[in-house]
């Protein structure tokens, strides 16, 4: 059965029949191609699948360092921000809070994560969660209602948006992150979302996500064979994800056609490319 197929039929609930685009079987040189993500604004009961994994993602993200590959690239700017409000008035028209665009925000857990940490360092943050999917977007709010105080649930907004035609002005924000964003689309694709997100921030942009590795493969798979309590969702997604994944070449080739040449790609563990611009750009904030 095609995926096609599969999506005029709402009523099947087993996801394992969605026939993925990719070969097992094929070795790690051979990039799978993306999901069309796409889709999933119109299909209800498949995001209702696919919420059940955003536990899976915020537990890898926790303990597979989603979440301080971000933190860790973000940390220049968080810095000189601190610095700027610690001088006092003279430097109160550049010590008000960041403004972080979010890009493929999801269950709007790096957004909870990213003023919490924000706040923590004594450099407040106010962040836009963006994801093309009204049904995420809901999830998202709701979730954040649940998880954060009101004063710092006051600095997140959720909205939904597309990607790859982000509705903001040029430089409309401090510093725009992706995380687990850029294995959803093919090269074209995400070089189009490198240059958006470079667009909109006047600081730089973080883009961490999963290197296309057989060590990276096999053991998400063993992870989701383990972890108590983990989705099916999450078992079927996350080595396919890292199938999607790119290598560094690959990264730096779009990061040079998107027209980044200062862009720093680093490893993180565990299995994780991080490209950013936000360390070679003056931080003049």
């Known amino acids: ?18 026939a993925y685009p990719t070969d097992p079987r094929a070795p ?51 810095k000189r921000r601190r610095g700027m409000i610690r001088k006092g008035p003279a430097h109160r028209g550049r010590s008000g809070p960041l403004h972080l665009l979010d890009v493929g925000a999801g269950g709007g857990d790096l957004a909870a994560r990213l003023v919490r ?36 649930r006051a600095r997140v907004r959720v909205e939904e948006g597309d990607a790859l035609a982000l509705p903001f002005a040029s430089d409309q924000f401090d510093a725009a992150t992706a995380l687990l964003v850029m294995h959803h689309f093919d090269a074209p694709a995400a070089t189009d979302l490198l240059r958006e997100m470079d667009r909109v921030s006047a600081r730089g942009l973080v883009v961490s996500d999963l290197h296309r590795h057989a060590a990276a493969y096999f053991g998400v798979k063993a992870l989701a064979k383990l972890r108590p ?11 396919l994800s890292v199938r999607r994944g790119y290598r560094r070449p690959e990264l ?34």
Not at 63 to 78: D, E, F, N
Not at 234 to 239: E, G, I, L, S, V
């Open 1 to 18: 059965m095609i995926l096609s197929e599969h999506y005029e039929c709402p009523e099947r609930e087993n996801l394992t029949e969605i």
């Open 28 to 78: 790690m040189s051979v990039q799978s191609p993306p999901f069309d993500w796409r889709l999933h604004a119109s299909i209800p009961w498949l995001f209702s699948k696919r919420a059940g994994a955003f536990d899976g993602l915020d537990w890898a993200n926790r303990w597979l360092g989603g979440y301080a590959s971000v933190q860790a690239a973000l940390r220049p700017l968080v």
């Open 117 to 152: 940490w924000a706040d923590g360092q004594g450099a407040p943050m106010e962040v836009t969660a963006l994801d093309a999917n009204p049904h995420a977007v809901r999830h998202a709010r709701a979730a954040l209602d649940r998880r954060l105080p009101a004063y710092l």
């Open 229 to 239: 309590g983990a989705s099916a969702m999450f078992a079927h997604d996350a080595p």
């Open 252 to 285: 730096r080739a779009l990061a040079d056609r998107a027209g980044l040449p200062d862009a720093q790609i680093r490893w993180r563990w565990a299995f994780r490319w991080v490209v950013s611009t936000v360390a070679g750009r003056t931080l003049q904030v």
